[in-house]
């Protein structure tokens, strides 16, 4: 039971965020699980023309990308 009502309030997503701490970046994405390609190029092409380093697809999935809840209230509907 308690699993069907946070999956009625929340579901999964990915998400990719820049250090801001270090690089000063406000680069944030989140997407949902199915669209994992679309997020990987996006990334990578912020990496490329906003920081000037070419990374590969395998870099970003193994170091930044994360699995997060999305709460219902922040989906863009």
């Known amino acids: 039971m308690t699993d069907d009502m946070q999956s ?18 406000v680069f944030r994405m989140r997407t949902e699980e199915d669209d994992r390609e679309r997020l990987l190029e996006v990334t990578r092409e912020h990496v490329r023309e906003r920081h000037g380093r070419d990374v590969t697809i395998e870099e970003i999935e193994d170091q930044h990308v994360e699995t997060v809840e999305v709460p219902l209230e922040e989906q863009v509907r």
């Open 8 to 25: 009625q309030d929340s579901t999964m997503g990915l998400q990719v965020a820049c250090d801001t701490a270090v690089s000063g970046c």
